[in-house]
């Protein structure tokens, strides 16, 4: 087996799924959005991290208290994630 993980921008990840044809579904557990796809013998998991399950982390730490939440990869991410914190701080 060949293991390869990468970080991209949200809206390449969303690509890659469309341009698979794959399907996206909401996995309740870890609260985002996942497709899987095979091609050429590989298969393609992708975990999409976005507003709806971005809001879903802010949601726990409301739930728990927390004095707020850290980030990182500056530019990888859409306007829905920006909608999203507005709506928490």
Known sequence: YKL???TV???DAIAAVQNAGATVEWVE???Q???EWTKEGSTYKVWLEDG???GAKLQVMVNNNLAG???WQ???AD???WEVLSQYY
């Open 9 to 11: 921008k949200m809206a």
């Open 33 to 35: 959005n996942y497709a």
């Open 52 to 54: 709806q399950s971005l």
């Open 79 to 81: 306007s829905s994630v």
């Open 69 to 71: 939440v850290a980030a």
């Open 4 to 6: 390869d993980v990468q």
């Open 74 to 76: 500056l530019g990888y």
């Open 29 to 31: 557990v870890t609260a």
